[in-house]
């Protein structure tokens, strides 16, 4: 059984700093075809936040994190991470970890290319 879990997440200041984690279960991260990190915050839509392709080979950002979040894959730890830095209030959200094992997985947030997902983890930034 396929699972990934996402830790790290909490409360911060604007300007500051957290990683999220996505431990994957049952399932070899380096094998996925895409990996990403998603987010809904309260009352709006989920968006796409971050993808990355094949290991590594390629990402694929969000405008809203250019330059401020960073995406990586460690194969020796099966996770998935997310460095988030100089955080603003808009950044609050519920942040969930997806992939996909299918070799279709297209540049951008498409949500059918993502069959696994977490259950998510809450950050909260606050003015």
């Known amino acids: 059984q396929v699972q990934l879990v996402e830790s790290g997440g909490g409360s911060v200041q604007a300007g500051g700093s957290l990683r999220l984690s996505c431990a994957a279960s049952?399932?070899?991260?380096?094998?996925?075809?895409?990996m990403g990190w998603f987010r809904q915050a309260p009352g709006k839509e989920r968006e796409g936040v971050v993808v990355?392709?094949?290991?590594?080979?390629?990402?694929y950002y969000a405008d809203s994190v250019k330059g401020r979040f960073t995406i990586s894959q460690d194969n020796a730890k099966n996770t998935l991470n997310l460095q988030m830095n100089r955080l603003k209030p808009e950044d609050t959200a519920m942040y969930y970890c997806?992939?996909?094992?299918?070799?279709?997985?297209?540049?951008?947030?498409?949500?059918?290319?993502?069959?696994?997902w977490g259950e998510g983890t809450q950050v909260t930034v606050s003015s």
């Open positions: 997806a992939a996909g094992r299918r070799a279709t997985c297209r540049t951008g947030f498409f949500w059918a290319d993502f069959g696994d």
């Open positions: 049952g399932y070899t991260v380096s094998n996925y075809y895409c």
């Open positions: 990355i392709y094949s290991g590594g080979s390629s990402t």
